[in-house]
C-alpha cells in the first residue's frame, strides 16, 4: 500500500519513525503547527492537499495513493468538513493531538478529568515554534503569550514585563501543572527546561508524563481498527458529540442505493 500522510508538524519526529518502520510507502507532507489560529484557513489548505493528493496517478491512469492518512484529530474543528475524493481518508478519533502523543483516547480523558489544569509541552512543537507560543493547553487555545512576555521583557524590563503579564495573563490562573510528553524520542533536555522556567514563573507543578506511539504507528501502517475514522470518496467529516468524536456522511451510495452517515 501507498499512502500519503498530512500532519501538523508537532507529529514531525513520531511521524518519520513510525513511517521508517511502516511495511508500506509512506509520503509525508507537514502543515505549519500556526496554521491551528485560523482553523477555517487550516480546513482549506488540508482540503487542496487532500484533492491534490487524491488526483495525482501514474502514467498508466493508476492513483498514486491508496489512502490519505491525517495526522490530525478534530484540533478545535479545523477537520470538520473535509471530504474525501477518488481515494479514501483516513483520521484518527481524537480531539487534538495531545491524544496522538498519548496514544489512546481512554488516556486524553484521564489526563483531562484528573488533570485538566494542565499546559502540555512536546518536543516538536516547542523545536518547531513560529511565533505562536511554544506549548499545548488541554481543552484551549494556545495562548501566544511565552512570546509577548519575551518581547516585554526586552522592551520594559523583567520587572514591568511580570507586572503586564500578571495583569494580562489572568488565564494562568486555570493552570497549575506543566507537564512534558517524553515520547522515547530525541534529547528532550531543551523541552524540559523550557517546562521549568515556564512553571517557575507561574508557580506551576512539573511533571513528565510518558507519550505512546500506538496511535501514529497505526496510522500509517495501515492498522486502522476503530481508534480511527475510515472516509470513503464523497464523504464528509463531522463532530459527533459522543465518545467517537468524529464520524462522517455523504452522497455515496450503499449496496442498497441509499445514502448514509455514521
Same mark, same amino acid.
Given at each position: 500500500?501507498?499512502?500519503? $500522510?498530512?500532519?501538523?508538524?508537532?507529529?514531525?519526529?513520531?511521524?518519520?519513525?513510525?513511517?521508517?518502520?511502516?511495511?508500506?510507502?509512506?509520503?509525508?507532507?507537514?502543515?505549519?503547527?500556526?496554521?491551528?489560529?485560523?482553523?477555517?484557513?487550516?480546513?482549506?489548505?488540508?482540503?487542496?492537499?487532500?484533492?491534490?493528493?487524491?488526483?495525482?496517478?501514474?502514467?498508466?491512469?493508476?492513483?498514486?495513493?491508496?489512502?490519505?492518512?491525517?495526522?490530525?484529530?478534530?484540533?478545535?474543528?479545523?477537520?470538520?468538513?473535509?471530504?474525501?475524493?477518488?481515494?479514501?481518508?483516513?483520521?484518527?478519533?481524537?480531539?487534538? $493531538?495531545?491524544?496522538?502523543?498519548?496514544?489512546?483516547?481512554?488516556?486524553?480523558?484521564?489526563?483531562?478529568?484528573?488533570?485538566?489544569?494542565?499546559?502540555?509541552?512536546?518536543?516538536?512543537?516547542?523545536?518547531?515554534?513560529?511565533?505562536?507560543?511554544?506549548?499545548?493547553?488541554?481543552?484551549?487555545?494556545?495562548?501566544?503569550?511565552?512570546?509577548?512576555y519575551e518581547e516585554y521583557?526586552?522592551?520594559?524590563?523583567?520587572?514591568?514585563?511580570?507586572?503586564?503579564?500578571?495583569?494580562?495573563?489572568?488565564?494562568?490562573?486555570?493552570?497549575?501543572?506543566?507537564?512534558?510528553?517524553?515520547?522515547?524520542?530525541?534529547?528532550?533536555?531543551?523541552?524540559?527546561?523550557?517546562?521549568?522556567?515556564?512553571?517557575?514563573?507561574?508557580?506551576?507543578?512539573?511533571?513528565?508524563?510518558?507519550?505512546?506511539?500506538?496511535?501514529?504507528?497505526?496510522?500509517?501502517?495501515?492498522?486502522?481498527?476503530?481508534?480511527?475514522l475510515i472516509m470513503q470518496?464523497?464523504?464528509?467529516?463531522?463532530?459527533?458529540?459522543?465518545?467517537?468524536?468524529?464520524g462522517c456522511g455523504g452522497?455515496?451510495?450503499?449496496?442498497?442505493?441509499?445514502?448514509?452517515?455514521?
Amino acid at each position: 500500500m501507498r499512502l500519503m $500522510c498530512l500532519s501538523c508538524e508537532v507529529l514531525a519526529r513520531p511521524l518519520y519513525l513510525s513511517a521508517a518502520r511502516s511495511p508500506h510507502i509512506v509520503d509525508i507532507q507537514l502543515f505549519r503547527r500556526g496554521l491551528h489560529n485560523n482553523p477555517t484557513d487550516l480546513r482549506d489548505k488540508l482540503q487542496a492537499a487532500v484533492d491534490e493528493a487524491s488526483a495525482r496517478t501514474f502514467p498508466n491512469g493508476k492513483p498514486e495513493y491508496d489512502a490519505i492518512a491525517m495526522g490530525y484529530g478534530l484540533c478545535g474543528q479545523a477537520t470538520a468538513g473535509l471530504t474525501a475524493r477518488q481515494i479514501p481518508v483516513v483520521i484518527p478519533r481524537a480531539h487534538d $493531538c495531545i491524544t496522538l502523543f498519548l496514544g489512546s483516547r481512554e488516556s486524553y480523558s484521564y489526563q483531562f478529568d484528573n488533570f485538566s489544569g494542565t499546559y502540555w509541552y512536546a518536543q516538536d512543537y516547542v523545536e518547531r515554534d513560529d511565533g505562536g507560543g511554544g506549548a499545548l493547553a488541554l481543552g484551549a487555545g494556545d495562548t501566544g503569550l511565552n512570546n509577548t512576555y519575551e518581547e516585554y521583557v526586552a522592551k520594559f524590563g523583567k520587572d514591568n514585563a511580570d507586572y503586564l503579564m500578571e495583569v494580562l495573563g489572568g488565564w494562568q490562573q486555570h493552570y497549575k501543572r506543566a507537564a512534558v510528553i517524553d515520547m522515547g524520542i530525541g534529547d528532550i533536555s531543551e523541552t524540559m527546561a523550557r517546562a521549568e522556567t515556564d512553571a517557575s514563573r507561574r508557580n506551576w507543578v512539573v511533571d513528565r508524563v510518558a507519550g505512546d506511539l500506538v496511535l501514529v504507528k497505526r496510522l500509517v501502517d495501515g492498522d486502522w481498527n476503530d481508534d480511527y475514522l475510515i472516509m470513503q470518496p464523497g464523504e464528509q467529516l463531522r463532530m459527533t458529540y459522543d465518545e467517537k468524536i468524529i464520524g462522517c456522511g455523504g452522497a455515496r451510495p450503499t449496496a442498497r442505493g441509499g445514502n448514509h452517515s455514521r
